[in-house]
C-alpha cells in the first residue's frame, strides 16, 4: 500500500537493499592450517580462501625466532577462492601470516618436534677371565660377536631424550634402558657432543648373553611420539 500512495505521488520507492556476499561475522580470510606442529625440516603449505572479493595480490609473511623474516607469494587456485603456498623447509620455529589489500590475517604459531632416533651405539665387552681378553670397546656398532659368559654394556646415544627406551628381544624377554651416568659411556665425553655444546642423551643396558638374539630398539618421547 505504501509502494502504491508513493508511486501515485511521483516518488520512487527505495530500492531493496541486497544482502551482503559475506556475512558480518565470517572471517575476511581463512588460513589454514592455522596454528600447528610439523617435524623439523619438513615443508608447511599454507592455504587462503576469500569467502567475499578476491584480493589482487595474497602473499604468505614468515618469522623465524630470530625474526628472519620470508615472504612467498600466494598463487590462485583455478576457479577457486583459493590462494596457495609451500614454505619448502622449516628449520625451527616460526611465526606466520598472510598480507591481502593492505591488511593482516591473524598471526599464526608453527612449533617443530623431532622424533626420537639412534645416533650412535657403542658397546663395552667385558669378556671372562678364562678367555685372558682384555676388555673392549667398540663404537658404532650395529651386530656385537662375544663370547659365552662375556658382559656387554650397550650405549645408546639419542637425538633427543626420551620417557621409555626398551630393547625388544626376538626370541627373549624385553630389556628396559636407563640413562646413562656421564662417566660411564666413552662414546658420550668424546663424541656424543652436540654443536651447541650439550651432551647427547644416552641410555644403557648390561647384558649376559647366553645365545645369539636380535633386538629391536624401541624410543618413545615425551609427547608419545614413537621411534
Known amino acids: 500500500h505504501r509502494e502504491q500512495v508513493a508511486t ?3 516518488i ?10 559475506v556475512a558480518a561475522d565470517q572471517p575476511a580470510v581463512r588460513v589454514s592450517p592455522g596454528n600447528t606442529e610439523i617435524e623439523r625440516g619438513a615443508g608447511l603449505l599454507v592455504t587462503a580462501e576469500f569467502p567475499g572479493d578476491l584480493p589482487s595480490r595474497v ?3 614468515a618469522r623465524d625466532a630470530e625474526q628472519k623474516e620470508v615472504r612467498i607469494p600466494l598463487v590462485k587456485s583455478l576457479d577457486d577462492p583459493l590462494f596457495g603456498a609451500r614454505i ?18 591473524d598471526d599464526y604459531q608453527v612449533k617443530t618436534f623431532e622424533f626420537p632416533r639412534l645416533e650412535q651405539a657403542d658397546a663395552d665387552i667385558q669378556f671372562p677371565t678364562y678367555t685372558g681378553l682384555a676388555d673392549a670397546h667398540q663404537q658404532d656398532v ?6 659365552e659368559g662375556s658382559q656387554l654394556t650397550l650405549n645408546f646415544r639419542l ?19 636407563e640413562p646413562a651416568a656421564s662417566e660411564s659411556s666413552t662414546s658420550a665425553a668424546t663424541t656424543g657432543e652436540q ?9 644403557t643396558a648390561t647384558l649376559a648373553p647366553r645365545a645369539s638374539q636380535t633386538y629391536r630398539l624401541q624410543l618413545t618421547d615425551d609427547a608419545g611420539r614413537p621411534a
Open 8 to 10: 501515485a505521488l511521483g
Open 12 to 21: 520512487q520507492p527505495p530500492a531493496a537493499v541486497a544482502e551482503p556476499l
Open 59 to 61: 602473499e604468505l609473511v
Open 88 to 105: 619448502p623447509e622449516v628449520a625451527s620455529d616460526l611465526t606466520y601470516h598472510v598480507e591481502f589489500d593492505g591488511r593482516n590475517s
Open 142 to 147: 650395529r651386530r656385537v660377536s662375544v663370547v
Open 159 to 177: 637425538n633427543k631424550p626420551v620417557v621409555t627406551a626398551v630393547l625388544q628381544g626376538e626370541d627373549a624377554a624385553d630389556v628396559s634402558l
Open 195 to 203: 654443536a651447541t655444546g650439550e651432551r647427547s642423551p644416552v641410555m
